[in-house]
T-cell receptor
Framework: GEDVEQSLFLSVREGDSSVINCTYTDSSSTYLYWYKQEPGAGLQLLTYIFSNMDMKQDQRLTVLLNKKDKHLSLRIADTQTGDSAIYFC????????????FGRGTSLIVHP | GAVVSQHPSWVICKSGTSVKIECRSL??????MFWYRQFPKQSLMLMATSNEGSKATYEQGVEKDKFLINHASLTLSTLTVTSAHPEDSSFYIC?????????????FGPGTRLTVL
């Protein structure tokens, strides 16, 4: 299986919360990231979390990490149409020179 | 700050020709630049890592003679797809690490869409 797995699609109504989930296989992951990619554009780092943290909040974004289950989630509160994009989960390790390994991305569609 | 540009943003070429893609860090010096390839609905696949002034390190399965990488300065890396074929059509994205911060964050360029006819 893949090192980082995500569901491919998520559709939510504007104003609702979105939760994007990710699982990873490597227990030695040091950093876990969430990137956003808008159509035809490169990746933008949204947030990251160290592996020794359980939660990180940054304005509308909340990242939860369950190390036991190797599960990472990104919650977007009050989702807006401008949040429509592909969201990539990624992990990196100290031994891997911190080069991220990406999941396939989750397409978030926000409808009115 | 931390802006990475790519040129061109899209290119269409005939099969058998070579195409050069530039990646520039506009407001910082990049110790390391990375080249990725992305297929539709797929993840980013790391092709190679390039350090200024040294040869690029290619990932397994990536042909170094096919994808030539030159990292001539701390702000510029180029990827040349030689003798391009339709199967090379893809979205190529570069990223760069800031020499000044020492932090491992990568800043991504906007990508280059290559279509080989």
């Amino acid at each position: 299986g893949e090192d980082v797995e995500q569901s491919l699609f998520l559709s939510v109504r504007e104003g609702d919360s979105s939760v994007i989930n990710c699982t990873y296989t490597d227990s030695s992951s040091t950093y876990l990231y969430w990137y956003k990619q808008e159509p035809g554009a490169g990746l933008q780092l949204l947030t990251y979390i160290f592996s020794n943290m359980d939660m990180k909040q940054d304005q509308r974004l909340t990242v939860l990490l369950n190390k036991k289950d190797k599960h990472l989630s990104l919650r977007i509160a009050d989702t807006q149409t401008g949040d429509s994009a592909i969201y990539f989960c990624a992990e990196s390790m100290t031994g891997g020179s911190y080069i991220p390994t990406f999941g396939r991305g989750t397409s978030l569609i926000v409808h009115p | 700050g931390a802006v990475v540009s790519q040129h061109p943003s899209w290119v269409i070429c005939k099969s058998g020709t070579s195409v050069k893609i530039e990646c520039r860090s506009l407001d910082f010096q990049a110790t390391t630049m990375f080249w990725y390839r992305q297929f539709p609905k797929q993840s980013l696949m790391l092709m190679a890592t390039s350090n200024e002034g040294s040869k690029a390190t290619y990932e397994q399965g990536v042909e170094k003679d096919k994808f030539l990488i030159n990292h001539a300065s701390l702000t510029l890396s180029t990827l040349t797809v030689t003798s391009a074929h339709p199967e090379d059509s893809s979205f190529y994205i570069c990223s760069a690490r800031d020499r000044g911060t020492g932090y491992n964050e990568q800043f991504f360029g906007p990508g280059t869409r290559l279509t080989v006819l």
